[in-house]
């Protein structure tokens, strides 16, 4: 059997009409309901006169009359944008006049209840960011210590006696979480439960589907050792890793076709290590190309290639690449460094050349004097025989203007610096989470409070949980009929599917633990009437609405999460819709639709 079909992105913009860009005919453009370009490019009608160009000649913002904004919304001052209500002061400019960060509005504006607002210009932080130690409002109303001694711990957090608050499962842990080691009471009883795995140096209990997940969760990294023999505990009935997929040397699995692709996908980056046919833009490729070594390993004056390639042209290359010895180093001027004690010693150690560490020009007789004394340097000086070298503490670098002085470096601009959102500060930086989540004890990463995530699938007959990290399938509904599209409400706790043998779409509610049931018993149809085939289905989190693909009307549909309210947005030009996502923070939605099908048995 052959099957041929073609497959087609639809971009849709705005939470309520979407819509094809396309350059389409005045015919096709106009009947569809949409606004033609000069230029012959087909838009959304909803994007006429709201303070964006989106012709070429800007022919959408010309002729436009006041604009009135929806419940809900807020209008942009200098334009006709409209953007929702809960993105105004919320430290994001999505105006482009800033009006919706502008101060005199903010110290006016009410902050959602899991949110700060600072005193002076109204900024909304989140809560787990106040009394923290660390300013967040520019007044630093946020750490005010009369507002922070009284600051009252939640149900979910243990109070400590200096009157900080940390999550209550740091509580007994074996770490100093609060300051002053009273979260490490008398009553603390230092023994795991089963579904916990102790530490071996602290001693610490931590959630077992931390264990060999990537991430370190023990100070001594016990929890990411040994993954081998863990993940062959967890995986027994399984034998490791499954057909097509790669097996890490920590014990990881990934699949087979992230193995040498150029991206490093285990923890310990053995996807990428031993290469034949091509190396990562983070290694090196020996000369024999047996073997892939780590970039930064080039021309390091030590051969860690077995035929030593590695080290070999290293000073032509040098001419191309910026290689920066530290203060305290020599550049010999051939890509290697040597420290500066070596230097004037009498002997060569600049490899590859006899005398330049010793020549005339370095002053030798010079070696020894305190040229620091002066302190010509602003941070950091190191004597050498050419005179003071400065240099910088952490989290600063060099002038290019003045070798003298020291710049503050904004680590944020590196990625990976913290898991979610950087904060700089002079010489260093600050990680943050956002609200339900915790920051580690490293300070960089953050991890989510509550259970571990879970993914849900569906076999039409069933819709059924999976752990991401245990990979444990456990029911959730049965007795389906023949279930196409799942998605999940988090803020309200609802489930929702379609069924194409039913013609209707369902949901049930569940609390904050999930548990199996079987349809019968919780299954809610919204939408129960002008449905034929149901095979997409996408909730919009922020503004509560369910969106819907129907192959059968060639329709795309919407609806309150009661079905109460229901509305066709596009009912023409669509051929068999058959998927559909929406970003609801950014206005936009993707229908893919899959045409001319071709069946020969």
Same mark, same amino acid.
């Given at each position: 059997?052959?099957?041929?079909?073609?497959?087609?992105?639809?971009?849709?913009?705005?939470?309520?009409?979407?819509?094809?860009? *396309?350059?389409? #005919?005045?015919? &096709?453009?106009?009947?569809?309901?949409?606004?033609?370009?000069?230029?012959?490019?087909?838009?959304?009608?909803?994007?006429?006169?709201?303070?964006?160009?989106?012709?070429?000649?800007?022919?959408?913002?010309?002729?436009?009359?006041?604009?009135?904004?929806?419940?809900?919304?807020?209008?942009?001052?200098?334009?006709?944008?409209?953007?929702?209500?809960?993105?105004?002061?919320? *430290?994001?400019?999505? /105006? #482009?006049?800033?009006?919706?960060?502008?101060?005199?509005?903010?110290?006016?504006?009410?902050?959602?209840?899991? +949110?700060?607002?600072?005193? =002076?210009?109204?900024?909304?932080?989140?809560?787990?960011?106040?009394?923290?130690?660390?300013?967040?409002?520019?007044?630093?109303?946020?750490?005010?210590?009369?507002?922070?001694?009284?600051?009252?711990?939640?149900?979910?957090?243990?109070? /400590?006696?200096?009157?900080?608050?940390?999550?209550?499962?740091?509580?007994?842990?074996?770490?100093?979480?609060?300051?002053?080691?009273?979260?490490?009471?008398?009553?603390?009883?230092?023994?795991?439960?089963?579904?916990?795995?102790?530490?071996?140096?602290?001693?610490?209990?931590?959630?077992?589907?931390?264990?060999?997940?990537?991430?370190?969760?023990?100070?001594?990294?016990?929890?990411?050792? %040994?993954?081998?023999?863990?993940?062959?505990?967890?995986?027994?009935?399984?034998?490791?890793?499954?057909?097509?997929?790669?097996?890490?040397?920590?014990?990881?699995?990934?699949?087979?076709?992230?193995?040498?692709?150029?991206?490093?996908?285990?923890?310990?980056?053995?996807?990428?290590? %031993?290469?034949?046919?091509?190396?990562?833009?983070?290694?090196?490729?020996?000369?024999?190309?047996?073997?892939?070594?780590?970039?930064?390993?080039?021309?390091?004056?030590?051969?860690?290639?077995?035929?030593?390639?590695?080290?070999?042209?290293?000073? *032509?290359?040098?001419?191309?690449?910026?290689?920066?010895?530290?203060?305290?180093?020599?550049?010999?001027?051939?890509?290697? $460094?040597?420290?500066?004690?070596?230097?004037? &010693?009498?002997?060569?150690?600049?490899?590859?050349?006899?005398?330049?560490?010793?020549?005339?020009?370095?002053?030798? *007789?010079?070696?020894?004097?305190?040229?620091?004394?002066?302190?010509?340097?602003?941070?950091?000086? @190191?004597? #050498?025989?050419?005179?003071?070298?400065?240099?910088?503490?952490?989290?600063?670098?060099?002038?290019?203007?003045?070798?003298?002085? $020291?710049?503050?470096?904004?680590?944020?601009?590196?990625?990976?610096?913290?898991?979610?959102?950087?904060?700089? #500060?002079?010489?260093?930086?600050?990680?943050?989470?956002?609200? &339900?989540?915790?920051?580690?004890?490293?300070?960089?990463?953050?991890?989510?409070?509550?259970?571990?995530?879970?993914?849900?699938?569906?076999?039409?007959?069933?819709?059924?949980?999976?752990?991401?990290?245990?990979? @444990?399938?456990?029911?959730?509904?049965?007795? =389906?009929?023949?279930?196409?599209?799942?998605?999940?409400?988090?803020?309200?706790? =609802?489930?929702?599917?379609?069924?194409?043998?039913?013609?209707?779409?369902?949901?049930?509610?569940?609390?904050?633990?999930?548990?199996?049931? %079987?349809?019968?018993?919780?299954?809610?149809?919204?939408?129960?009437?002008?449905?034929?085939?149901?095979?997409?289905?996408?909730?919009?989190?922020? +503004?509560?609405?369910?969106?819907?693909?129907?192959?059968?009307?060639?329709?795309?549909?919407?609806? @309150?999460?009661?079905?109460?309210?229901?509305?066709?947005?596009?009912?023409?030009?669509?051929?068999?819709?058959?998927?559909?996502?929406?970003?609801?923070?950014?206005?936009?939605?993707?229908?893919?639709?899959?045409?001319?099908?071709?069946?020969? =048995?």
């Amino acid at each position: 059997m052959t099957m041929k079909s073609s497959i087609f992105l639809y971009i849709c913009a705005s939470i309520f009409i979407c819509f094809h860009i *396309s350059l389409a #005919t005045d015919k &096709d453009c106009l009947n569809n309901g949409g606004f033609l370009c000069p230029s012959g490019r087909c838009i959304s009608p909803n994007w006429l006169c709201d303070g964006e160009q989106d012709c070429e000649d800007n022919a959408d913002e010309q002729n436009c009359s006041d604009r009135t904004c929806r419940k809900g919304e807020f209008k942009c001052a200098n334009s006709n944008k409209c953007i929702p209500q809960s993105w105004v002061c919320d *430290s994001s400019i999505d /105006c #482009t006049d800033r009006s919706d960060e502008d101060p005199a509005i903010c110290t006016k504006h009410d902050c959602p209840s899991d +949110h700060f607002r600072c005193h =002076l210009d109204g900024k909304c932080i989140p809560l787990t960011w106040v009394c923290d130690s660390h300013p967040d409002c520019v007044d630093g109303s946020d750490e005010l210590s009369n507002m922070c001694v009284k600051h009252p711990c939640n149900e979910t957090e243990f109070s /400590c006696k200096n009157e900080r608050c940390i999550p209550k499962e740091w509580e007994c842990d074996r770490d100093d979480d609060c300051g002053d080691n009273s979260d490490e009471h008398d009553k603390c009883s230092y023994h795991c439960d089963p579904k916990s795995f102790q530490c071996v140096e602290s001693g610490k209990c931590i959630p077992y589907d931390y264990v060999c997940d990537g991430q370190m969760d023990c100070s001594d990294r016990s929890d990411e050792m %040994n993954c081998k023999q863990h993940m062959t505990k967890l995986l027994s009935e399984q034998h490791g890793c499954r057909a097509h997929e790669f097996q890490c040397h920590d014990g990881a699995c990934i699949s087979e076709r992230f193995v040498c692709d150029g991206d490093v996908d285990c923890p310990d980056m053995s996807d990428e290590m %031993n290469c034949l046919n091509n190396c990562s833009a983070l290694h090196f490729r020996c000369a024999s190309g047996k073997e892939c070594i780590p970039s930064v390993y080039r021309c390091n004056g030590r051969a860690d290639c077995a035929d030593g390639s590695d080290e070999k042209n290293c000073a *032509s290359e040098s001419v191309g690449q910026v290689k920066h010895c530290s203060a305290k180093q020599f550049d010999c001027g051939n890509g290697f $460094c040597i420290d500066w004690d070596v230097v004037c &010693d009498g002997k060569q150690d600049c490899p590859g050349y006899k005398v330049v560490d010793e020549e005339p020009f370095l002053n030798c *007789s010079l070696k020894g004097t305190d040229f620091c004394k002066e302190k010509p340097c602003e941070q950091l000086c @190191t004597n #050498t025989p050419i005179g003071p070298q400065c240099s910088c503490r952490p989290g600063y670098t060099v002038s290019l203007t003045n070798p003298k002085q $020291c710049n503050d470096i904004n680590e944020c601009n590196t990625a990976g610096k913290c898991s979610q959102i950087c904060i700089n #500060t002079i010489g260093s930086y600050v990680c943050k989470c956002h609200g &339900d989540y915790v920051l580690l004890n490293n300070k960089r990463s953050c991890r989510a409070n509550g259970p571990q995530a879970k993914l849900l699938l569906t076999n039409r007959l069933s819709i059924r949980q999976f752990g991401l990290i245990s990979l @444990t399938p456990e029911m959730l509904v049965n007795n =389906l009929n023949s279930v196409v599209a799942i998605d999940y409400s988090y803020k309200k706790r =609802l489930l929702f599917w379609s069924d194409i043998s039913k013609e209707q779409i369902f949901s049930c509610q569940f609390g904050n633990d999930f548990h199996a049931v %079987n349809a019968s018993d919780c299954e809610r149809p919204i939408i129960n009437n002008n449905v034929s085939s149901p095979d997409g289905l996408a909730v919009d989190w922020i +503004h509560d609405l369910i969106y819907w693909t129907d192959t059968g009307l060639d329709t795309i549909s919407v609806a @309150t999460l009661d079905g109460k309210l229901r509305h066709t947005l596009i009912h023409d030009g669509l051929d068999e819709p058959r998927a559909i996502a929406v970003d609801p923070s950014c206005g936009y939605c993707i229908i893919i639709l899959l045409l001319g099908w071709d069946l020969r =048995l």
